[in-house]
Nanobody
């Protein structure tokens, strides 16, 4: 059974940092590209970052470029999203997913507020 389990979300002040993790099981994690998406209240789900199966290249939404870093550890079957210089506009539920297989995690809430 495929499982994607996000963690690491929480409440952080503007300018702060968080690192999200996505633990994968039930499929050959090292063989697949992975993505982070986010969805803010009242908005459509937005692609945040993409990483290939081998870790590069990576691609980012313009809104997070230079602040967020996607990475992966295939030995640990884990995807990461390092988020720096957070702003209130980054407040959303963050999801990891496999674009080729179409599996999604349950999401983790990130709230950026003073």
């Amino acid at each position: 059974q495929v499982q994607l389990a996000e963690s690491g979300g929480g409440l952080v002040q503007p300018g702060g940092s968080l690192r999200l993790s996505c633990a994968a099981s039930g499929f050959s994690f090292r063989s697949y590209d992975m993505r982070w998406y986010r969805q803010a209240p009242g908005k459509e789900r937005e692609l945040v970052a993409h990483i290939t199966s081998v870790g590069n290249p990576t691609n980012y939404a313009d809104s997070v470029k230079g602040r967020f870093t996607i990475s992966r550890d295939n030995a640990k079957r884990t995807l990461y999203l390092q988020m720096n210089s957070l702003t209130p506009e980054d407040t959303a539920v963050y999801y990891c997913m496999t674009p080729r297989l179409g599996y999604w995690g349950q999401g983790t809430q990130v709230t950026v507020s003073p």
